[in-house]
């Protein structure tokens, strides 16, 4: 069942919808963990990509977003590559401390986080992989929260 | 259509019809801030035929409830499924919002 799939999306953040549903109709075969494919790794792959256009390549629509989407038996993993020059994801603020609840934004890399099994980013902080295992057992949506 | 205003005596109760996500958020936005400049202080966004929301999404409901609150007014969020009401709970704007189980919980008392 593995499966491979490249993604160059334009930085427009209407192609977002469109992507996300394209990789999930790749991702069916993994029926019995519909749920954690439908929320878990549609809101990670979501966000990742809303990052890569709004702050990675910071709107600009001369720029493209890479994805790399791997299905296997035991778990999905993601790829989400811009073209800016890289971020410090470990400044963003913890979203849920009372100070910050009634802020409109900050909240994309603590939900990746959440419902992700793991998260990487790379050196440069342009490129970010996402990984949801797919085992008997592994956390679904409430387990895997780690607010 | 992704959003649907209605009015329920002096409540406007707005249906969010598949997503609320990046790509639509500002559009949520300005149907609210007509409404507001329009006199309009109470508000029900209604969630029951809603799939998915992203933080973009959650982020403009953070910011809207903020501007209605400073006008005096109050925004409630009503029928939100099991995956939604997950991400609330997960960052926490379970306590930023009144959550009600239904529209008619929603706009009881409001």
């Excluded at chain 1, 996300?20 to 749920?35: D, F, L, P, T």
């Excluded at chain 1, 470990?90 to 934004?105: A, I, W």
């Excluded at chain 1, 790379?122 to 295992?133: A, Q």
């Excluded at chain 2, 499924?81 to 997960?90: A, G, I, K, P, Y």
């Amino acid at each position: 069942m593995d499966q491979e799939l490249i993604l160059e999306l334009p930085n427009d953040i209407h192609s977002i919808e469109h992507a996300v549903e394209y990789v999930m109709e790749h991702c069916s075969g993994c029926c019995a963990y519909a749920r954690k494919l439908n929320l878990n790794f549609r809101v990670g792959l979501s966000e990742a990509l809303s990052n890569a256009m709004l702050y990675g390549n910071n709107r600009d629509p001369g720029k493209r977003v890479r994805v790399e989407v791997t299905v296997r038996e035991e778990q999905v993993t993601a790829r989400v590559t811009d073209q800016g020059s890289g971020f410090d994801h470990t400044l963003v603020p913890d979203p849920t401390l009372p100070g910050n609840r009634s802020k409109p934004g900050g909240r994309g890399i603590f939900l990746m986080k959440s419902l992700m099994d793991e998260v990487q980013f790379n050196e440069e902080g342009n490129s970010v992989t996402l990984i949801l295992r797919l085992e008997e057992g592994s956390p679904d949506l409430a387990g895997g929260a780690s607010a | 259509m992704a959003f649907q205003v209605s009015k329920s005596g002096d409540v406007t109760v707005i249906d969010v019809e598949g997503q609320l996500i990046v790509g639509n958020r500002q559009e949520l936005k300005q149907k609210v801030l007509d409404e507001l400049e329009g006199g309009e202080r109470k508000f029900v966004v209604d969630f029951s035929s809603t799939g998915y929301i992203d933080s973009s999404g959650l982020g403009v409901l953070v910011s809207l409830s903020k501007k209605i609150r400073e006008q005096g007014g109050e925004l409630r969020i009503a029928s939100l499924n099991e995956d939604l009401r997950t991400l609330f709970e997960l960052t926490k704007l379970d306590t930023l919002f009144k959550i009600a189980d239904s529209r008619d919980e929603a706009l009881t008392g409001l």
